[in-house]
């Protein structure tokens, strides 16, 4: 299994009630615990919202942050 294959080897709860959250370094997914839109900042530096995200599914994208902006998802995990 390649890194690029690997399942997640850490995790972060995302917070971004007051502010936008950066991340030390790129994620691999988020969990979604509660259904809503997330709004990050992609790897390569584009802003994109995620809209009609359900509750329980994986969003498998490569962000840099989360944005305080656009986000309305809740309980969303950070998987690195």
């Known amino acids: ?3 690029e294959t690997q399942s997640a080897t850490g995790a972060v ?4 009630s007051s502010a936008d959250q950066a991340f030390s370094r790129p ?5 979604i615990g509660g259904a809503g839109n997330l709004a990050v900042t ?3 530096g584009v802003n994109v919202t995620f809209s009609g995200l359900t509750a329980g599914m994986i969003l498998p ?5 989360a944005l305080n902006s656009g986000t309305t998802a809740t309980n969303v995990v950070a998987l690195f």
């Open 1 to 3: 299994m390649t890194k």
């Open 13 to 16: 709860a995302v917070d971004v």
């Open 27 to 31: 994620t691999r997914a988020f969990y």
């Open 42 to 44: 992609m790897d390569e």
């Open 61 to 65: 994208v490569q962000a840099s942050a």
